[in-house]
């Protein structure tokens, strides 16, 4: 068993318009302490909100932790499971050429190395109360 503190994150970015003006949102559970963290950009992609909630929420973690980290987002949890150690090997690049978001895919491999991740995908808009609470955090951040 682990003696890093156990966190949990649900994360969740919204978009109106894709791209559009766009907000992102993550919920942050230590023991009985939340902390919501949310914000938005003028002109972005939904993914780029999925990709920033999830690196804002890693950021906000001051020592390694061992993180259950929940979203709805395939595009994460596949980018985070499947698909990154490819890219990593290719330089950041995938078979059929550029990376999408690669600042932020980059930055999220850099944020996630201290800590012990379990990913777990939610569906959305399904009732999950954590899930609905950050994707109203993140439609309610959008400029």
Same mark, same amino acid.
């Given at each position: 068993m682990s003696d890093l503190p156990e966190v949990t994150i649900y994360s969740d970015g919204a978009c109106r318009g894709n791209p559009g003006p766009g907000g992102w949102a993550v919920l942050l559970r230590f023991g009985s302490q939340e902390k919501e963290l949310s914000g938005g950009e003028l002109h972005t992609t939904n993914n780029r909100m999925e990709l920033t909630a999830a690196l804002k929420g890693f950021q906000a973690l001051k020592r390694p932790c061992r993180? =259950?980290?929940?979203?709805?987002? #395939?595009? $994460?949890?596949?980018?985070?499971? #499947? /698909?990154?150690?490819? /890219?990593?090997?290719? =330089? /950041?690049?995938?078979?059929?050429? #550029?990376? %999408? =978001?690669?600042? $932020? /895919?980059?930055? $999220?491999?850099? %944020?996630?190395?201290?800590?012990?991740v379990e990913w777990r995908w939610v569906r959305g808009h399904a009732g999950h109360a954590e899930n609905e609470r950050v994707d109203r955090l993140a439609r309610d951040a959008i400029p």
């Open positions: 993180v =259950n980290f929940y979203t709805d987002s #395939e595009y $994460l949890r596949r980018g985070i499971c #499947e /698909w990154m150690p490819r /890219w990593e090997a290719r =330089n /950041w690049r995938r078979k059929g050429g #550029e990376l %999408a =978001n690669v600042d $932020l /895919w980059q930055a $999220l491999a850099v %944020a996630i190395q201290p800590h012990q």
